[in-house]
């Protein structure tokens, strides 16, 4: 029956794939397999992590498991997935000599992902900077990797109104429509706009505006502020610079109101404990991902360019950026948890 044009593009190459897994999911207290939807930037950070490793099984080694947030995936067809993520899993294990667990897990929630860790049921993980803060203080993460896209690996947020709406500041938003951008490279977006107007003495986002809302696809989040349908958009500068060279149009029309600070909304890392005589292999093929024509094939299809390792240091001013938040939101006497305007901060489903 019907196939989604990532499950197509997998098979055809038969080697990386990525499925996910919806981030709405309520967490179940066990590790699942794969399931979920959608292939996006932060897909490229696990989905082709292994396949160009040449390293050689040493005697009877566990396999090697791959563990992936629920947050880091939105729209992709369940059984195509998992179906795509087997069939690379299997490649790897067949041709690059790692005995790697077929069915890689869907962690959903910060319990499930501090107990896979802990207990050691995965090896590396894909996660968003939020998630990997939470789980830090509990459960040692090493050897970070961030994948490049647009020739860069940090994010910016904009806040966009049409050039004619005559909203000319932040404060002016006041009981007007918003739609943001929903991925996992706009995780941090809401935090970011929270924290703008907290700043200014104001209410987080969902009680300060009107008519908040979030779509996965950048057109619906862009267009309807073009065709002047809703006041406001909040977007990656990614997503802007994409639409502005679909059509220039776009970013004549369009006025940027705010920028966030660059951060790093997602990021791969292993368990400090994890040392195979395989590792520095599988860290190899992860830096030198690009340079293989494999490796390129796949990169194209998620649409990213590489992936780079980066010192723990280099997640320094995210952390820093989410400590400044907290205190904004603390200060406003609002619950971080469950409190107006962190609703949409994935975390929280629950904390180690």
Same mark, same amino acid.
């Given at each position: 029956m019907r196939?989604?044009?990532?499950?197509?593009?997998?098979?055809?190459?038969?080697?990386?794939?990525?499925?996910?897994?919806?981030?709405?999911?309520?967490?179940?207290?066990?590790?699942?397999?794969?399931?979920?939807? %959608?292939?996006?930037?932060?897909?490229?950070?696990?989905?082709?992590?292994?396949?160009?490793c040449a390293a050689e099984a040493q005697g009877d080694v566990q396999p090697f498991r791959i563990g992936f947030s629920s947050t880091m995936f939105t729209d992709v067809n369940e059984s195509d997935a998992k179906a795509a993520v087997k069939v690379w899993a299997q490649t790897v294990a067949r041709e690059r000599g790692i005995e790697t667990d077929p069915d890689p897990c869907i962690l959903t929630g910060m319990t499930e992902?501090?107990? %896979?860790?802990r207990n050691k049921q995965v090896d590396m993980v894909a996660l968003l900077t939020e998630e990997y803060r939470a789980l830090s203080p509990a459960v040692r993460l090493t050897s970070f990797f961030v994948g490049y896209v647009g020739g860069r690996a940090?994010?910016?947020?904009?806040?966009?109104?049409?050039?004619n709406s005559g909203i000319e500041s932040v404060v002016e938003l006041k009981g007007r429509s918003l739609i943001i951008?929903? @991925?996992?490279? %706009?995780?941090?977006?809401?935090?970011?706009? #929270?924290?703008?107007?907290?700043?200014?003495?104001?209410?987080? =986002?969902?009680?300060?505006?009107?008519?908040?809302?979030?779509?996965?696809k950048l057109s619906r989040?862009?267009?309807?502020?073009?065709?002047?349908?809703? #006041?406001?958009?909040?977007? =990656?500068?990614?997503?802007? #610079? =994409?639409?502005?060279?679909?059509?220039?149009?776009?970013?004549?029309?369009?006025?940027?109101?705010?920028?966030?600070? @660059?951060?790093?909304?997602?990021?791969?890392?292993?368990?400090?404990?994890?040392?195979?005589?395989?590792?520095?292999?599988?860290? %190899?093929?992860?830096?030198?991902?690009?340079?293989?024509?494999?490796?390129?094939?796949?990169?194209?299809?998620?649409q990213g360019e590489k992936l780079e390792e980066i010192p723990a240091t280099g997640l320094q001013s995210t952390l820093d950026f989410l400590a400044r938040c907290d205190k904004l939101i603390e200060a406003a006497g609002i619950d971080p948890h469950t409190g107006p305007g962190t609703a949409t901060s994935l975390m929280a489903e629950g904390r180690p």
């Open positions: 196939q989604t044009m990532v499950a197509r593009l997998l098979n055809n190459v038969a080697l990386g794939a990525a499925g996910v897994a919806d981030p709405r999911q309520k967490a179940t207290g066990r590790v699942r397999p794969w399931a979920g939807r %959608a292939a996006s930037r932060s897909v490229l950070l696990l989905a082709v992590a292994v396949s160009p992902l501090a107990s %896979a860790l940090e994010e910016e947020y904009i806040l966009l109104v049409h050039c951008q929903h @991925k996992p490279a %706009a995780s941090l977006a809401t935090r970011w706009l #929270d924290s703008v107007l907290l700043e200014k003495g104001l209410r987080p =986002t969902a009680e300060f505006l009107g008519r908040v809302s979030q779509n996965t989040v862009v267009l309807p502020v073009f065709f002047r349908q809703s #006041d406001a958009c909040l977007v =990656t500068r990614t997503g802007l #610079d =994409t639409m502005s060279e679909l059509n220039p149009q776009i970013g004549k029309a369009l006025k940027i109101l705010a920028t966030s600070p @660059k951060v790093i909304p997602g990021l791969l890392c292993f368990r400090a404990d994890y040392a195979p005589a395989f590792k520095d292999n599988i860290l %190899a093929g992860l830096r030198e991902l690009h340079l293989s024509p494999a490796g390129q094939q796949v990169l194209t299809i998620f």
